[in-house]
């Protein structure tokens, strides 16, 4: 057996049994070696924005890491910019990627490139094997450091550590590390900001907004008037039956006016927020001046034992019934006429059934979502994490893989989608149960908004035609079905609900073209 | 005016007078002044990987640089793929990337990440603006870079160096240092080679391969009986009544057979050539061994200046008429039956225009094209360079902006198209009067034949379901017509050429699914 094979066996021994792949010619070994390991599943993508993504979604939902294959420095730059949101959304991933054999660098061959220093910015642990021998300690160590972190591991395999021989050895399961303990003094801390009265807001992320986690967290919101927050968490549990937290709003004068009485911040999971851009004379922290800020835990820790343990410390004095989700979006009448944000809101909050993954790239199209999760049925909720949109068609791919039998819904941004809709085909390739929704606004949005809030109102020539998309316009039902998956497009409200009707009602992809 | 109304002027000034670009809110500031210049073309690209490729194009025929608009460290990667190719071609081009107002970066806000880490592998030259003041020598220094290198350029511009106030100040076109001189020693060396009667090989590359430079080089070549190489050119002017030059293989045997006699190797432009990946047990350098390699000239070097120095340092007596392509491409039968790669060679041998301009990612399905060139109208060519696949559909989009009025033809292998199908749509947007021409094989082709020569000749379900796209096909007539661009499917011979004419006398986009 080669070094290829023995990478795999690592690979599947740690409990990675599927890879988001795009192989080039330095990987053949390796993808001989995955030919040999039916275990092994692997997905392709016809773009690495595609895999890095779909690997993404998969871990969000499988709680496990996924492996990806890149092809060389120019496969893992295509898979960077979602690899950025899987750095923010803190997601495990056990990237390989292909490397020209050691003594061919010196060449300096077309597809040379210094791949370390593109792998470095978006991952916590980037290492190279050296020859075969040492890609079973190079493996276990990206994939412990992807779990322990948590976040993303790049391992660089040389073409000749992948073909060169390895003796037979027995494999065994790598040791991860205990998760690390809070510090007590900290937990106190918090404690008593909890029972002063001091207006506290808590940040959560990470496993903190899981349907459990969020029960403790709800407790103690009710128990000491504190107000749950979070800030585009990689998977939050939400819909009717579960404690509701409050998003800290994208646009910076709304997010601000929602901080400003807080005199503590607890972060459990979250981060305390800051403006997504600067803007002249505006903040950069959000939260009030003199704001005290008690950093309890972070993703790396267990954060549902962490509320556990700081409701156990509060005492049942403040502690108190959690306000949950009610099951009342159904009963909303049903959208009419104009197709907008707001109609798509209602129309997808009336049906969502139980148990749906909303993949959410809608960008300036959310509608009323925000406000109606906590009545819908309940559901996960997979966002854009770091911003660097072309996130939400792959991501739906990886959250089917790692969530089989049930229904994803992808909220779709047109000019985002534009980034990667190269995911539509391996939807339709694994034929996945994804129901896409691409908001057709023909533009780029937030920037026209964005344009605004640097004081230009009126858009010449060069500002139009960079922020119109509408010329031509896009026919997304063309793509997708280019692509092999069946689509419809609205106009109207009524329309969109009997698309979405169908979609619903269907296994497989789908896609509906909102023109809003 | 701002630092981002300077940034505009100074490349105004320098000649840079067109932008792809893909902006997001870092970058407001910055299209609000391109809006104000209305002397500077913006062209929209719905990925950045399309932005990176058209710069490319444009360069290699425009024969100055264009710059760039890209968001941040993501919006950078995903246009780092095209820019190792450009990198590869040598092209010149200034990159602008936004970033974080400079204050802000300290908060580490979702967008966040180390643009230079990214920008390094395929920049020779990154900088950072530090504040408005600093913009015009910063673009200068980025702007003379490019030129003399010649390279890419990567200017990072933080949104408060772009919004921040500069005093008026007259501008004058920056000084790009004279191209340097070569040494007359190595000069001296390749005369006495080339006088030598030993077997020489002259490998051209950069500016040495456009028709005036080959004409001197096929005066040399003839007169001496050096053969004349080229290997992936960033364009070369070839066809009826100019000098050929040999392709190095791809195919690492053959480019072993095809150099193993030579004794002594000669650079101008070009590069010895080297296998493009490594396999087991074959050579990485191909030259065979004790072969002399003389070094007389890169791509900084006034290429044609020197070739006419070696010509006029040989003497009449060792140059003599060159031999030039004859235009008997017309001539041939025209294919019929069924469609293959040499059929739709053929047809299109037979049928290009004059001054057609060739944008090649035909990868696997080049066909007789090799063979066939020298026969054709007088064209240019304009390969993928550095392997980094998605290049073609792109690079046309630059080339027809840089060169209007001519006829742009794709040459287009299906699993790379895919990697940035987005750039039909700015085909369809800009009316650009390019015909792509996708050889649809429904398989990444090339790692087939990869997977053979590692030793795997029967692929199993993984294998199969990383280098087949067969599951759904591609239909990339729907894709086509999904972003604007009128498309027709060939399955025949006859049914391409009908197309083939039926493109070549339209003015705009179109496109062929050629299903080989």
Redesign the interface.
């Known amino acids: 057996m080669n070094g290829a094979d023995r990478l795999c066996d690592v690979l599947l021994e740690n409990g990675i049994d599927v890879c988001f ?6 990987e ?2 390796f ?2 070696a ?5 275990r ?1 599943r ?3 993508g ?2 690495e ?1 595609v895999v890095t993504a779909a690997a993404d979604g998969y871990a969000r939902m499988a709680d496990k890491p996924a492996a990806t294959l890149l092809h060389l ?3 893992l ?2 898979g ?2 979602n690899l ?1 949101n899987a750095r ?1 959304a803190r997601t495990p991933i056990v990237n390989v990627v292909g490397d ?2 050691t ?2 660098l010196k ?5 040379t ?3 370390e ?2 792998a ?3 991952s916590q642990w980037v290492g190279r094997a050296s020859n075969s021998s040492d890609i079973r300690a190079k493996a276990e160590e990206a994939y412990v450091a992807a779990l322990s972190h948590p976040g993303i591991s790049t391992l660089i395999l040389p ?2 550590a992948a ?1 060169g021989e390895v003796a037979p050895e027995k494999l065994t399961p790598a040791e991860v590390p205990d998760r690390p303990a809070i510090d007590p003094d900290t937990l106190e801390k918090a404690v008593v900001a909890l029972r002063s009265g001091r207006k506290t807001a808590v940040f959560l992320g990470g496993r903190a907004v899981r349907a459990d986690a969020l029960e403790v967290a709800g407790r103690i919101a009710a128990g000491t008037d504190a107000t749950l927050f979070s800030e ?1 968490p990689a998977r939050s549990e939400r819909g009717a039956g579960r404690v509701a937290v409050r998003p800290v709003p994208y646009n910076i004068d709304l997010a601000v006016e929602a901080l400003k009485e807080f005199e503590v911040a607890i972060c459990i999971g979250g981060r305390t927020p ?5 803007y ?1 004379d505006k903040p ?2 959000l939260l009030p001046e003199g704001c005290e800020v008690i950093e309890l835990a972070g993703v790396e820790h267990d954060l549902h034992g962490v509320l556990d343990a700081l409701a156990s410390e509060l005492g049942p004095d403040h502690l108190a019934a959690p306000t949950r989700g009610q099951y009342t979006a159904p009963e909303l009448p049903a959208p009419t006429g104009e197709l907008t944000p707001d109609a798509i809101s209602v129309a997808v909050a009336r049906l969502l059934p139980e148990g749906a993954i909303i993949c959410d790239e809608s960008i300036t199209s959310s509608g009323r979502f925000p406000e109606l999760a906590p009545t819908m049925a309940p559901h996960d909720h997979l966002p854009i ?6 996130i939400g068609i792959p991501l739906s791919v990886g959250a089917a893989v790692g969530a089989p039998g049930r229904k994803i819904v992808t909220l779709q941004a047109d ?1 985002s989608g ?2 990667t ?2 995911g539509l ?1 391996t939807q ?2 694994e034929n996945l149960d994804v129901l896409t929704i691409v908001f057709s606004n023909r533009g780029y949005s ?2 026209k908004g ?2 605004r ?4 109102n009126t ?5 139009r ?3 119109d ?1 509408d ?9 997708a ?4 998956v069946e689509a419809g497009r609205a106009e109207t409200a009524e329309a969109f609900t009997r698309l979405l009707e169908a979609g619903l009602s269907r296994q497989g992809p789908f896609l509906i073209e909102a023109v809003i």
């Not at 995955?34 to 039916?38: E, F, G, S, V």
């Open positions: 792949a795009n192989p080039g010619t330095s053949m070994h993808v001989a995955l030919d040999r390991k039916p092994m692997c997905v392709l016809l773009f924005g420095g120019p496969g730059a295509n960077l910019a950025h923010r020209h054999a003594y061919h060449y300096d061959a077309p597809l490139s210094d791949i220093s593109l470095r910015p978006m073409a000749d073909w585009r800051v403006g997504f851009f600067a002249p950069g922290f994490t770091g911003g660097a949109i072309g000019g534009m980034y809709l190269q085909w339709a390739r937030i920037l964005e344009m809030n640097v004081g230009v858009f010449g020539q060069n500002a035609r960079m922020l998309i010329d031509p316009t896009l026919d997304w039902c063309s793509l079905r280019g692509m092999g």
